[in-house]
């Protein structure tokens, strides 16, 4: 199988069609390109026609090859290069007597590159298209994030209807925050450079200008040269409020393409998930699957396998924590053996006393877990200094755990910790596993559950390292935000990728 295929087509109304049946020969990147035998400006209509049922079918029948189908059409002396070294030539049948012509156009082809032909049936003659309108400067924006043919469809049409220049706003950071799992969205560099290496594959002829996008309008607002926005249905109210600044500062309004959603035809779409193919969607399939593979810890012992499970404050760890015990796991709480080490008598109870007073002392011995909590959330000196008294025993006592825990047979040991990345305790782990949940949703659990005023709740969420800090040293994250199935499917998914793996250390 290649890793990389360019298919020739005779009629791309054939795209859609023939996708499938090359998917079987492609595992990675396959390029779809027209063969046309007349002229090139009666094709363009027939490609805008296409494109969304191109992808849109893609999406659905080719799984996760990324497909891309090139806007120029070959044609006699051109040559083909792509950003992706082509490692199979394919053709529909139509084609067999133009092969030599075409194998020779393709500039990017591997030595040691394979054909392939591929039967397509007739498709018989499609009515009339409507002609494609097309400007100099056409402009569109959006997030980007994990490149789908939802994009690409956005993109293509875009590209489709410039002669000259595309210009891309990618959404940084600050206008990322309201999407579901912002903080699973890849870097802006890295979604730049997706969006500029599919348009050069689709469309190489064209001057693009990606830029990171810092606030609704980027420069369509008051530049006279933009005379095209392309947006989707879910945000032409952007493009009517670029317009009307537009005409505010004096400038004509662009005309404006919109795109029709895709529909989101993913055979293991959960009804948690957005009936449109989105970013917001792949994001959420990304919970309970690998992030990034472990790295082999050489300061611990092989076994018990430790997980570390981190999160902030009303997450849900335990919740992800008792599920992994159901699977088989032991598990760890470092909070627990930290509310213990609290106890009268011992010596972290008077060390305590000594360090925030008597006050924080109940009338039984105890330490009163709320007034110290006063203390210390929203004084990062103090906190300081808890942490200082508590993490050595802790961490201590926990190892201690887990080694008799390996004693008795168990294989795997979940250490649960609200300061597990704080106190970078995932160090002493095998593999770190992260739970989030929205800040907000925090915040609201804590008033709940604690019965705390709402200030106070965002004080103890505040205290604590973010969701972005918690994720970024994670090889797994969850998030327990919608149903229990919901949650339920993502530990499933994580526990079977851990015995794949740990089957591979026997």
């Known amino acids: 199988m290649a890793n990389n295929g360019l298919l020739f087509i005779s009629n791309v109304g054939k795209a859609h069609m023939v996708c499938q049946r090359a998917s079987k020969f492609v595992r990675r990147v396959l390029y779809v390109n027209i063969k ?13 026609k296409q494109i969304d049922n191109f992808y849109i079918k893609a999406a659905a029948n080719c799984g996760n090859l990324d497909v891309r189908l090139m806007l120029k059409p070959s044609e006699p002396k051109r040559d083909i290069k792509t950003n992706y070294p082509i490692d199979m030539i394919l053709y529909d049948s139509e084609l067999s007597k133009d092969i030599d012509q075409l194998k020779a156009s393709v500039s990017t082809v591997r030595n040691n590159y394979k054909l392939q032909s591929i039967d397509c049936d007739d498709i018989s003659h499609e009515a009339k298209h409507e002609n494609v ?10 997030t980007f994030d994990r490149l789908h043919n939802g994009h690409k469809i ?97 400038l004509a ?22 009936e449109k193919v989105s970013s917001s969607n792949q994001r959420m399939r990304l919970l309970g699957t690998m992030l990034k593979p472990p790295v082999p810890n050489p300061h611990i012992p092989d076994w018990p396998y430790v997980i570390g499970l981190a999160g902030g404050i009303a997450s849900g760890k335990s919740t992800i924590a008792e599920k992994l015990r159901a699977k088989g796991a032991a598990t760890v709480n470092c909070d627990i053996i930290a509310h213990d080490l609290y106890k009268p008598g011992l010596p972290l109870n008077g060390t305590i006393a000594e360090s925030f007073g008597p006050d924080v002392i109940t009338e039984t011995g105890e330490v009163d877990r709320r007034k110290l909590g006063q203390i210390v959330f929203g004084d990062k000196e103090q906190l300081e200094k808890l942490n200082g008294l508590v993490w050595p ?4 006592e926990a190892q201690r755990q887990i080694r008799a825990l390996g004693e008795q047979g168990y294989k795997v040991v979940v250490m649960e910790a609200a300061v597990m990345v704080r106190a970078k305790w995932y160090h002493y782990c095998h593999q770190l596993w992260t739970v989030i949940i929205p800040r907000e949703e925090a915040i609201k659990r ?31 994250v969850f998030s327990p935000y919608w149903s229990y199935e919901y949650t339920q499917g993502q530990v499933d998914r994580a526990w079977q990728q851990l015995q794949d793996y740990l089957a591979t250390r026997q």
């Open 393 to 396: 025993a802790v961490i201590a």
């Open 253 to 274: 309004p662009m005309d404006v393409h919109v795109i029709g959603l895709a529909a989101d035809s993913h055979p293991q779409r959960s009804s948690e998930e957005e």
């Open 133 to 142: 309108k097309t400007y100099e400067n056409v402009a569109l924006g959006g």
């Open 36 to 48: 046309v035998n007349s002229d090139i400006e009666n094709v363009i209509p027939a490609i805008s």
């Open 154 to 250: 956005l993109l293509s049409q875009a590209a489709l209807r410039a002669t000259k220049l595309v210009t891309v706003g990618v959404t940084d950071v600050n206008l990322i925050q309201s999407k579901k799992l912002w903080e699973l969205i890849e870097p802006v560099d890295v979604r730049m450079k997706r969006v500029l290496n599919f348009l050069k594959d689709i469309n190489p002829d064209l001057e693009y200008n990606v830029f990171p996008l810092k606030d609704l309008y980027g420069p369509t607002k008051d530049d006279p040269k933009y005379q095209l926005i392309v947006v989707s249905e879910e945000t032409l109210k952007g493009a009517n409020k670029i317009n009307e600044k537009r005409v505010e500062g004096g």
């Open 446 to 476: 804590i008033q709940d559950r604690n019965s705390l005023p709402e200030e106070e709740a965002r004080q103890r969420v505040d205290a604590q390292p973010t969701n972005i800090e918690q994720i970024t040293p994670a090889n797994i």
